[in-house]
């Protein structure tokens, strides 16, 4: 079985959860996010994570440009740029061929104001999951995996 690498990227303000409005997002840190995908990376076998952080748009597009060859797939909460970014956008469709992309929301972002209904990022990636808070994180590598092993 070939070793799938997965890219995890979280855009602006991502940093500060668990302290960050936690009656939307919850308790979990990005850490502790980070410590259960890859328990279930490792339950899944043969799958390696590698997982950033950055709150510059500049970052997530570079990171998402240079995954092609390197990734097998990409995990990704663009965070408010999912609202805003038509360089994340451009840039996850750049290589959806052939790195897909899962989008992932901590909150439910359609129950909250207008602003966040619209994603300019999910046409790009093969589907979104949202409103499960940080488990999310793992539906969506569950996910992914499945989708790239068919
Ligand atoms: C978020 C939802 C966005 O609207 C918001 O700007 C975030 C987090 C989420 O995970 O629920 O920063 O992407």
Not at 88 to 117: G, M, Q
Request: glycine share 10%.
């Amino acid at each position: 079985m070939k070793t799938l690498k997965i890219l995890v990227l979280n855009g602006p303000n991502l940093n500060l959860l668990g302290t960050r409005e936690p009656e939307i997002y919850g308790t979990e840190t990005l850490a502790s996010i980070a410590k259960d995908m890859n328990a279930c990376a490792e339950k899944l076998g043969g799958v390696e994570l590698e997982i950033h952080q950055s709150n510059a748009e500049s970052d997530l597009i570079t990171w998402i440009g240079a995954a092609k060859g390197n990734f097998d797939g990409i995990i990704i909460n663009p965070a408010a740029l999912t609202h805003t970014s038509l360089g994340v956008a451009d840039a996850i469709k750049a290589v959806e061929k052939s790195v897909p992309a899962v989008e992932v929301h901590l909150s439910n972002t359609h129950a909250r104001e207008e602003i966040r209904h619209k994603s300019l990022t999910a046409p790009g990636c093969i589907g979104q999951i949202m409103g499960f808070k940080g488990h999310g994180y793992v539906l969506a590598l569950k996910a992914l995996v499945k989708y790239l092993r068919g």
